[in-house]
Every structure is written in C-alpha cells, then in structure tokens.
C-alpha cells in the first residue's frame, strides 16, 4: 500500500510539474528504503530527487525538452500501473529508461562537472547515512564509494541540518517490526 501510494504520487507530482512535492517524496522514499533495506525504494528517492531538479531548471521546462518531460511523464504511469503486477527487475528497467532520458537531456545541455543522477545518488546516499544508516549499507544500496559519501556529507554539513536522525532504541525498534 505505501509503495502504491508514494508511487502514485511521485507519478501525479510531477504530471502536475511539483517540484517541491517531488523534493518532499525524496525524502520519504529513502526513509522506506532505510525501513526496508530498499534499492527499489532508494532508486525510487534519487529518481524523484532528479526530477525535482530538472523541474526546477527553467530550460528543461521549454518546447525543447517537451517530448523527454511526455516520456518520463509516461514511463511512471506505468511503474503506478504496474504496482502489484509487475516484479522489482521489471520496475528497475523502467527506471534505467527514465535514466536514459535525463542523461540524454543532460548531453544536450551539459553544464555540470557531476550529472544529474550521479549527484542524486552521492546525495541519496549521504541523506542516508546522515540519518544513521551505516556507511556500507549505504554505499552497497547506492552504488557510490564511501569515501564520496563521507566528503559529500562532510562538506554539505548534512549532518547538521538533518534532525531526524534515527537513534539506537528508534532502529531496534524498527527492526523488530521487520522482522515480525
């Protein structure tokens, strides 16, 4: 029901070109990746995070990026349909053709050393740890070395502005329920 549901608004939030909202769901699919040691749930956060980003850039919102936007738009309405039909392998190639699309975005207007995605991921990633989760779990779910992890952490200050880290009672406790 939680997938469905953070699905079905990551698909509507950015139909409706939400970038706040889309920011918002960032943050709750990583604390369901946390919850459930999630790499569909984590690609799910970095997607949502990119999206947030390129909303937020005025020239990925011109005619020129229109058929891109209408794709993506697209591909979530069929991760949202395919919640309970389809398995994780089928949801992870949707998501690499979402990633196919941004990159390909980002090739015709590159102005950053680090792409899109790749800042999603260090940034998922060190959201991750920030909160509590262990540097290799976090490193192993987002494919980014541990050291970009802890520099990206480290220079963001991320671990000053994250205020709901998770305490040692909050993870047993979320433990016990997961293994319930």
Avoid: C, W
Wanted: aromatic share 10%; hydrophobic share 40%; charged share 35%.
């Amino acid at each position: 029901m939680v997938f469905y549901t953070l699905v079905s608004s990551l698909y509507n939030s950015f139909k409706k070109r939400n970038e706040k909202k889309l920011r918002k769901l960032h943050d709750e699919f990583l604390a369901e990746a946390i919850m459930r040691s999630s790499k569909l749930f984590f690609e799910l956060g970095v997607v949502s995070y990119v999206l947030s980003k390129i909303l937020s850039k005025p020239r990925f919102l011109t005619e020129k990026y229109e058929d891109e936007l209408g794709r993506i738009e697209n591909l979530l309405k069929q991760f949202e349909s395919g919640v309970g039909k389809k398995t994780d392998d089928e949801f992870f190639d949707i998501i690499k053709k979402i990633e196919v699309i941004i990159n390909n975005m980002e090739a015709q207007d590159r102005r950053f050393f680090l792409g899109l995605l790749a800042k999603g991921r260090v940034k998922s990633a060190a959201t991750m740890y920030a909160k509590g989760v262990s540097l290799g779990l976090s490193a192993e779910m987002s494919g980014v070395e541990q050291q970009e992890i802890q520099k990206y952490a480290g220079d963001s200050m991320m671990f000053d502005r994250l205020k709901d880290e998770i305490d040692i009672r909050e993870r047993v406790k979320k433990a016990r329920r997961l293994l319930e």
